[in-house]
């Protein structure tokens, strides 16, 4: 296909305001000084081929492009959501001219004419582009760093002042950036008090209430209805697995701690599952395929979720980790399945109390242990309850909302 450029240069120079994109979240907050822009472009079929000023090369179909057309006729200017309809686009469209900006923006002029009577056309920003590009290669570019861990990571573990993280953005992104790094932070020197928690995990974002309220306070009590409001050992395991969605982050504040023995320990599910997929690649597949029965049932409640202990992304990577021996409900297997599937429990089990694998340390008052819920598990050593307190309290956020605002956050850091 030949693109009948002299046209498209004609309106570029005419109406060089018309189609860049009027939304909130404009396009260039992408751009940094220094970030590559376009340096070549040329029809590929059905698809343009883009070249950056860093010698990288993407692929758009037109298709794509027409779809995700920024002007205000199709990207509402207040919402920033889609206005025109699905049903209405030209699968085979192909532009009627396209050229590059003097900026480095790709600029295309769509057949047929817009509400006004007006060439229909849209500007794309380099940055942009590079940052929806869906090339295999721009997708590891933009793949987040997360980090495994063993127990070596007790030298350094992740840790902020609670200060810091309440009284600046800078502390908050910090704070987020460790969670999605490692999976975990611990918040030092925070207030004694019981609602200190919730007003700290509210800086990230709203509260998830569970059948437990909006927050709980977790210490040994009679008749109670979990193991964790107990002195006894608690396995490392994730929370509320029994729920179709659990609690993304986890906090707990130690508020009193005069008790012998309660050391925490974390483990890094992802590493765990990794090292189970090198040393046990069957129990691995079983456990990343078959799902598990949880479930939670008291005089209240019956909880219930058919969920694999391992979930895999498209790309066959660790993305969750759901795991609560005492929120196990009578499996339903396959008679085939019933002793490789426990095996595979096991070596699972197993891993996650392996001493090289585990992180064991003694809450300190003022320590908020946060954590990510689909990644890191918890547990906690046994206590004598008679040597002194030891209260601790809790609360979660939704990954939606941290990630949310972290990636708000890195935004605005970049803008400035």
Known sequence: MTADLSAVTTLATS?????RPRIGADPDMFCRPGDPTLSSVRADGDAALVTWSD??????HWVW????????????????????????????VRPAAFTL???????????????????HKTRFPAAWLRRFCYDDWAEEERAETIEPWTAAIGNRR????????????DGLRTWLRHLRRYGFCIVKGAPRRPDTVTQTARRIGFLRQTHFGVDYTVISKPNPENVAYTPIYVAPHTDLSYTQTPPGLQFL??????????????????????????????????????????????????????????????????????????GEGPLGLRPDLVRPYYKAKQAFALLTRDRSMTLR?????????????????????????????????GCYVDCDQAWS???????AAKAH
């Open 361 to 393: 340390f003694r809450l300190e008052p003022g320590d908020i242990m946060s954590f990510h819920n689909h990644r890191v598990l918890h547990g906690r050593e046994p206590y004598d309850p008679g040597s002194g307190k030891r209260r601790l309290q």
């Open 158 to 169: 992740p840790e902020i002042k609670h200060q810091a993280v309440m009284e600046s953005d």
């Open 253 to 326: 504040h130690c508020i009193d701690f005069e008790a012998t023995g309660g050391e925490s320990i974390l483990v890094d599910g992802f590493a765990v599952a990794e090292r189970l997929r090198r040393e046990d690649p069957e129990s691995f597949d079983l456990l990343a395929r078959i799902p598990a029965d949880n479930r939670f049932h008291d005089h209240d409640y019956d909880m219930r979720c058919r969920k694999p202990v391992i979930e895999l992304d498209e790309a066959g990577r660790v993305a969750a980790i759901r795991t609560n021996r005492q």
């Open 101 to 119: 900006t003097e900026d480095g923006a790709l600029r295309i002029v769509w057949p047929g004419l817009n509400q006004a009577g007006r060439a």
């Open 65 to 92: 492009l027409r779809d995700n057309c920024l002007c205000s006729e199709c990207c509402h200017p207040a919402a920033w959501e889609k206005m025109h309809d699905i049903t209405a686009l030209d699968l085979d």
């Open 55 to 60: 010698g990288r090369t993407g692929r758009f």
């Open 405 to 411: 605002r972290l990636r708000v956050l890195e935004a």
């Open 15 to 19: 109406t060089a305001e018309d189609d």
